[in-house]
């Protein structure tokens, strides 16, 4: 009973029954022809698919050739389209830079520098951008072109399923390279048995396109408008189906065409590498001259605002000399802080430390001079201290006062110093209560502390004088004198002041004048004093008198003719003769006489005996000094 074909087989439609179908009863001939045709017809199907291969290889080689010349084509034609679009920015930049030069400079030109700049970055730019996506369709393109000659090759080698041997079904051919047959073609270049027939079939199979596909690969693809579009845009389009599937027929025969299209793109990165490395360093060349300009730029823009911030770092000083003119006055004690705040609430310089700064920094510490100078406003700091050290800014509105000088005489130097009249001094002095001076007190003898004044312009008479008033009592206050002691103190004050001639004879002077104002030392309690005399008469800067002088009575300051202290101050004494007025020197002198006028030597004794004998000395010395005006 015959068996079922074998639907296994796949060579059934050619051997009909299996062997152990055999009818004939000699099996052994039936499986020996069964083995013969079945190694026969896979050298048939060996020969045709080395033909195929060969022919495919051909194939793959021409359109190879032609995806090189297309390739070659296109990036020349993108290289020429390059360098028309460089050479037009380089011209549009080329005329902008002329422009901007004869437009003038500074801000105008420097701004149009940038914007040819920029645009010439931008199409540099969109001209590598476009440069780039051509390249990328190139390669896409080609990639489309290859697809299909795989999909026809795979087509082909469908119709021979398990045929071609793989790695592991062919352990003895190992060098056999699957991807190409070449493997195949050594096995079998030798072989008879291939037909020619059968390689002539094979090639034919090869040559014939697939049903449906309708791309012709012997042709050139030139770019259409559309696909040119593409480039542009970079929507690179991949037909569905195209690309063999991975382990599939076709897997092993697209292998060597990547190979070879990653050997040209590996020749193409070398190029674009080229082509990149020319468009960088011009690129660093437009970069380094922006930073260059912008640099210029931002150093004008910015760095005087930045100035101005770190600028207050340092004082704030005028420049220059200044203008207009503006009186200052320094006040006999003043430091150079004081002087600084008085310079800038005046308006002379613009901040404290910027002068006071420059007159630590100074090797010699300057001296200021007190009184009124006439200064500038808005003056530097340099100018005004060379103001104030120059005599010639030094205003004449002030004066000074001498130790024991009488008011009259001080009223006279006054007036001489700020130009206020005499009379209005003596008006201003009438007022005795505005000054608060004591109740015995009848005109400011006295009370005028001997200094040196300065005053501004314009001060009134009795602003003067209450200065000088109140500057006595700070005086009395700082040795001590109570309020209510200030009269006594300053009526003997002023007397010492006018007798003494030494420092140290100061209190001895005070000592000999309260002893004999002590009945118990001194009976008659006159004073005998010359310089109280001449007072009286008017002759406030002589300290001698005559016989008449001495014997007249209406004289109330004559203190030969009136016992005890003397009615008034007969000067204006000062802190010296304030102290010995205060602190006496401890003695019983009764008598002294100054013999030496210019020394002031004087010579203190007990008795009348011993004084006469200095007087004697003192006639003595006036012969000898017939020219002295005291």
């Keep these: 009973m015959a068996e079922k074909p074998d639907s296994r087989d796949p060579f059934h439609h050619i051997f009909g029954h299996s062997d152990s179908a055999s009818p004939s009863g000699a099996p052994g001939s039936k499986r020996e022809l069964s083995r013969r045709e079945r190694r026969e017809a896979a050298e048939r199907a060996e020969a045709e698919r080395e033909a195929s291969s060969g022919t495919r290889a051909a194939e793959e080689a021409a359109q190879h050739a032609r995806e090189d010349e297309e390739r070659a084509a296109a990036a020349a034609e993108i290289r020429a389209r390059s360098e028309r679009e460089n050479e037009a920015v380089r011209a549009r930049v080329n005329e902008k830079q002329s422009a901007s030069a004869r437009a003038g400079e500074g801000s105008q030109r420097q701004s149009a520098d940038e914007g040819v700049h920029r645009?010439?970055?931008?199409?540099?730019?969109?001209?590598?951008?476009?440069?780039?996506?051509?390249?990328?369709?190139?390669?896409?393109?080609?990639?489309?072109?290859?697809?299909?000659?795989?999909?026809?090759?795979?087509?082909?080698?469908?119709?021979?399923p398990n045929v071609t041997p793989t790695d592991h079904e062919s352990p003895h051919r190992p060098d056999a390279d699957t991807g190409t047959g070449r493997g195949d073609r050594t096995a079998h270049r030798n072989d008879p048995s291939v037909s020619a027939a059968a390689t002539t079939s094979a090639a034919k199979t090869a040559s014939e396109p697939e049903a449906g596909d309708s791309s012709d690969i012997t042709k050139r693809h030139d770019p259409s408008d559309a696909e040119w579009l593409r480039v542009i845009t970079g929507a690179v389009d991949t037909t569905p189906g195209d690309e063999p599937a991975a382990g599939g027929p076709g897997a092993a025969t697209s292998s060597r065409s990547d190979r070879r299209r990653s050997t040209h793109l590996e020749y193409d990165q070398h190029e674009k590498k080229s082509r990149k490395g020319l468009i960088a360093g011009i690129v660093i060349v437009v970069v380094l001259a922006l930073i260059v300009g912008g640099g210029v730029y931002a150093w004008n823009a910015i760095v005087p605002g930045i100035t101005s911030i770190f600028a207050t770092n340092e004082p704030d000083d005028y420049e220059g000399s200044g203008s207009g003119e503006v009186l200052v006055t320094i006040i006999s004690g003043d430091n150079g802080s004081d002087i600084a705040k008085t310079l800038k609430d005046e308006g002379v310089i613009a901040s404290q430390d910027a002068f006071y700064q420059l007159l630590l920094a100074q090797a010699d510490p300057p001296v200021f001079q007190p009184g009124t100078y006439a200064l500038a406003k808005k003056m530097s700091a340099r100018s005004a201290l060379d103001a104030l050290q120059d005599p010639a800014s030094k205003q004449a509105n002030g004066f000074v006062i001498p130790e024991g000088t009488a008011m009259k005489d001080a009223f006279d130097l006054i007036s001489s110093g700020t130009g206020v009249s005499v009379d209005d001094l003596n008006a201003a002095a009438a007022d005795t209560a505005s000054f608060g001076l004591p109740a015995e007190a009848k005109t400011l003898e006295g009370f005028l502390f001997p200094a040196t004044y300065e005053f501004e312009p314009n001060t009134s008479a009795h602003d003067i004088l209450k200065r000088l008033v109140d500057r006595m009592y700070q005086a009395l206050d700082k040795a001590g004198v109570a309020p209510e002691n200030r009269w006594n103190t300053v009526v003997l004050a002023a007397l010492v002041q006018r007798e003494a001639g030494l420092r140290d004879d100061y209190p001895k002077v005070a000592r000999v004048f309260l002893n004999r104002s002590d009945p118990a030392l001194w009976p008659s309690g006159l004073l005998q004093s010359d310089a109280t005399v001449a007072y009286g008469t008017g002759n406030t800067h002589l300290v001698t008198t005559t016989d008449a002088e001495r014997a007249d009575a209406n004289n109330p300051y004559n203190t030969y003719v009136h016992p005890g202290m003397v009615v008034g101050p007969i000067s204006n004494p000062g802190d010296i003769a304030i102290d010995a007025a205060v602190h006496p020197a401890d003695g019983s002198w009764l008598y002294f006489v100054t013999w030496n006028l210019e020394t002031g030597e004087t010579v203190f004794s007990n008795t009348l005996d011993e004084h006469e004998a200095g007087v004697r000395k003192w006639q003595q010395w006036m012969k000898d000094n017939p020219d002295y005006g005291g």
């Design 119 to 160: 645009e010439d970055r931008s199409r540099r730019a969109q001209a590598d951008e476009r440069r780039a996506r051509a390249e990328a369709e190139a390669e896409a393109a080609a990639a489309e072109q290859a697809a299909p000659v795989s999909a026809r090759v795979a087509a082909t080698h469908g119709s021979l």
